[in-house]
């Protein structure tokens, strides 16, 4: 789900060698990296969990997953300033990453052939947001603003997994309000602390 993300954050690393950048804006590069890596690292703890069955763990780490995206969004606003590679090549990326690879990857691991066309909705009520909201973002970082309270890429994602966890169990449902809203409260109390 990751894989993507990490080629483009080295191009982005031998670019800005190659351009003789140091200091803080490769520092902000290097932690972009060591951060997606751990989200790579915890994506398959998910998966091994979630195919022993326990599902409830398994969604508490893609939880966390979601967590991360939204440090990763600061990380990437600093580092994406005043860089050679355009806005455009990284919402290309980021909505392969985050969009087109899980929705793949969701029809294998949840079988969701046997459920209904409703199944499908919150599929592409993901695929929309994540596209809108890399590209509002990335419009954002190339006009040196602040990024949006929300993260609505990370949101739909923890609500996309959910909604999927709950074809096989209704109670991750209800789950799913409760973490929202938690995720909506850490994203607000850390823009407050950091603006």
Known sequence: MELE???VNYFLFFKFQYHQVKGDLMKDILLLNVSVFIRLILAFISLLIGLQGNYLLAFGVL???AILDYYDLFFT???FIDTPLK???NLITRFIGFSLVPIIFSFFYFDLV???FLVYIPLIIYLIATTLD???NMQLIEEKRKLPLINISGLTLVLFMAILYSAKNLWFLYLAVVLSLSYLIIQSLSKRARY
Do not use: C, G, N, R
Request: aromatic letters at 22%.
């Open 5 to 7: 993300i990490i080629l």
């Open 77 to 79: 606003k600093k580092s």
């Open 63 to 65: 939880f966390i997953i």
């Open 87 to 89: 806005w455009e090549l």
């Open 134 to 136: 890399t590209a509002f």
């Open 114 to 116: 046997q459920y209904s």
